[in-house]
């Protein structure tokens, strides 16, 4: 792809990359963006950052709104900007021009903007699902993220996510840059009343298992994929855990055996193991 058949920016004044001006998630996610609805009012847009996110962004479910590239990077993406439809504007700019829109070194030198969807319904996305993975008020973007990448390594297909309405967004930017793009690509949904939901699994064949670091709580077990059909996988906010509500609406409580002196590993690595010991995704012949 030629320079030529681009849109050269030079002012970063210029109204037409203005959703990438030093803007905050929350400013683009939220109602008085003008591009969002005052009825819809989680819809707006979302920014992905970097070559593997753009990818992800591509091949979502997510409509792509434009692309921004520093000039030095064309070269390196030129199969990736010919995979973007015609109708998707592509802007690029020298290395300092966009550092001073976007308001930091952007060194990885590609972002694109994402349009979000409507919400997903989370009794829906359990139907939907074959096991779940439900978190409770996790308030690090890079721990949201992370989980995100082992639920699409670790479960695979038909593994969905439930977060609660203090969760972390998936969608900011450094969330689905640390998800590599999973959180595009893996379906979740957000429940207001988590507790209510948990029971309403019940009724969809669903076991919940509730992590807590607790001597009273089973010892994870590695063979847990084989004797739970349909497992959702519940973890709290990093320090305080799950609420206890949640926790007293699970049907199981299971701690990961640690040796002694160490009472707890953070949220993403928790997440991981136990996924690793409850869920199986078909081989694919690939690891790292």
Not at 25 to 35: E, T, V
Not at 257 to 264: H, I
Request: aromatic residues 4%; hydrophobic residues 40%; contains cysteine.
């Amino acid at each position: 792809m030629s320079i030529g058949s681009m849109i050269e920016i030079t002012d970063p004044s210029d109204p037409r990359i203005g959703v990438f001006l030093n803007q905050k998630d929350a400013w683009l996610k939220a109602a008085h963006n003008p591009d969002a609805s005052d009825d819809d009012p989680d819809h707006g847009f979302f920014i992905a950052e970097g070559v593997l996110v753009v990818e992800h962004l591509l091949e979502s479910r997510f409509p792509i709104e434009s692309i921004f590239v520093s000039h030095s990077r064309v070269p390196g993406v030129e199969d990736l900007l010919h995979r973007v439809p015609e109708s998707v504007p592509i802007y690029v700019a020298e290395q300092s021009v966009m550092d001073e829109i976007v308001g930091f070194p952007i060194h990885r030198g590609l972002l694109a903007c994402g349009r979000r969807l409507p919400d997903a319904d989370p009794i829906q996305i359990a139907r939907d699902a074959r096991a779940l993975v439900i978190l409770e008020d996790l308030s690090n973007h890079d721990n949201v993220g992370s989980v995100f990448r082992s639920t699409a390594a670790l479960g695979g297909e038909g593994v969905s996510i439930i977060l609660s309405a203090r969760c972390c967004d998936p969608l900011y930017r450094k969330s689905l840059r640390v998800s590599m793009g999973h959180a595009l690509r893996v379906p979740y949904a957000v429940t207001g009343d988590l507790p209510a939901f948990l029971a309403d699994l019940r009724s969809l064949g669903y076991t919940t298992l509730a992590l807590d670091p607790g001597e009273n709580a089973e010892p994870l077990d590695t063979e847990m994929h084989r004797q739970i059909d349909r497992p959702a996988l519940c973890f709290g906010a990093e320090g305080p855990g799950l609420t206890g509500p949640t926790a007293a609406a699970a049907d199981r409580r299971v701690r990961i055996p640690m040796a002694s002196g160490v009472d707890s590993l953070n949220i993403a690595v928790a997440a991981a193991v136990t996924l690793h010991a409850c869920l199986r995704p078909e081989p694919s012949g690939a690891g790292q």
